[in-house]
């Protein structure tokens, strides 16, 4: 670990240029993260292959092992990157590294969620024209929809409460995924990548590769569990490949404008829960005319939404570890 230094030095070396520009190699930054990704998803394997353990006896306990697992190679991430990266082990340098910020708290849960909402338009109008139909179904039954609708809504979100909470792929999908892959790939990669010199534009691509990185291991899974061709696997591995690449280079750009790691969490459990967004539709045109007026108003809100500004009092003063100082 590096010697102590102040957060004005700190400042000073993460926005300084060339090889190790922040007291970190290039070369130690990169296999760093490479080391992290593969980490990541060996030890999904490990308790098989290593430990010999037996195999799950259900679903359940599969996705538990699974959990403790993601777990423990987060928790050995952040360590690792603590030891790599410049900075003091007190809790105010360590977390505001990794984007643990409690100030601007609103701000980052809520324009970076309005942001990336405005790509799913399209499913927006889907679902009201779904509505719009059930309500038109009721009402020609005779019955009053209206009160209907406010008696079973609050019915409907305690029960889809209850069955989210012992729902493991829920957990999976919306809690384990999205705050351990978040913690390893933007709250660790980032710092290590711009303490070891790269610009910014270049973290923000390059941590992606690190995050699609781990998912390839998913062919294996198309091709061995679900009884998939190798062709068949790898066109389906490599749609999702492209996708986590676009997703990844969002997150962490959202990572870096606004130093929140709560920015990216909120959108990645967001886009999780939504899917791909609806591009057309083929019951109405509708739904194409919302996809692009959302996805226009998207490139034309996300610099504004995710101005330093707005997430820090005065830019002389915030903690500079992911540029988002000088990003604008």
């Not at 259900?58 to 996705?63: A, E, Q, R």
């Not at 977390?95 to 100030?103: C, E």
């Not at 338009?121 to 009053?144: C, M, P, T, Y």
Request: contains cysteine; charged residues 10%; glycine residues 6%.
């Amino acid at each position: 670990m590096g010697t102590p230094i102040s957060i004005e030095l700190q400042q000073e070396v993460v926005m300084g240029g060339g090889v190790g520009g922040g007291g970190v190699s290039t070369v130690v930054a990169v296999m760093a993260c490479t080391a992290m990704a593969l980490f990541y998803v060996g030890i999904l394997y490990a308790p098989t292959l290593v430990l010999r353990l037996p195999p799950p006896s259900s679903y359940k306990s599969f996705l538990i092992r699974r959990f403790i697992c993601a777990a423990i190679s987060s928790v050995v991430s952040l360590f690792a990157s603590a030891l790599i990266l410049p900075i003091r082990w007190h809790a105010p340098d360590v977390f505001s590294a990794y984007g643990m910020r409690f100030d601007h708290l609103c701000q980052a849960l809520v324009l970076p969620l309005s942001l990336t909402s405005l790509m799913y338009a399209g499913s927006f109008i889907q679902k009201l024209l779904h509505l719009l139909d059930s309500w038109v179904e009721h009402r020609n039954r005779g019955r009053n929809v209206t009160i209907d609708c406010i008696i079973k809504i609050p019915e409907k979100f305690i029960n889809w409460i209850f069955s989210m909470s012992f729902n493991m792929s829920a957990w999976r999908n919306y809690i384990v995924a999205p705050i351990t892959e978040e913690l390893v790939f933007r709250a660790c990669m980032v710092p290590l990548l711009l303490c070891g010199g790269f610009r910014t534009y270049m973290a923000v691509i390059l941590c992606p590769i690190f995050f699609s990185l781990a998912h390839l291991h998913h062919i294996l899974e198309h091709y061995f569990q679900r009884n998939c061709s190798l062709a068949k696997a790898s066109m389906a591995v490599g749609f999702q490949l492209g996708y986590t690449v676009i997703f990844g280079s969002y997150a962490t750009f959202l990572f870096v404008r606004t130093g929140h790691l709560i920015a990216p969490l909120v959108a990645h459990i967001f886009c999780n829960y939504m899917g791909l967004p609806l591009i057309f539709s083929r019951m109405s045109g509708i739904v194409s005319l919302a996809f692009i007026a959302g996805a226009l108003g998207f490139f034309w809100l996300i610099f504004p939404l995710t101005s330093p500004h707005l997430y820090n009092d005065t830019l002389h003063s915030c903690k500079c570890w992911h540029r988002y100082c000088t990003w604008s």
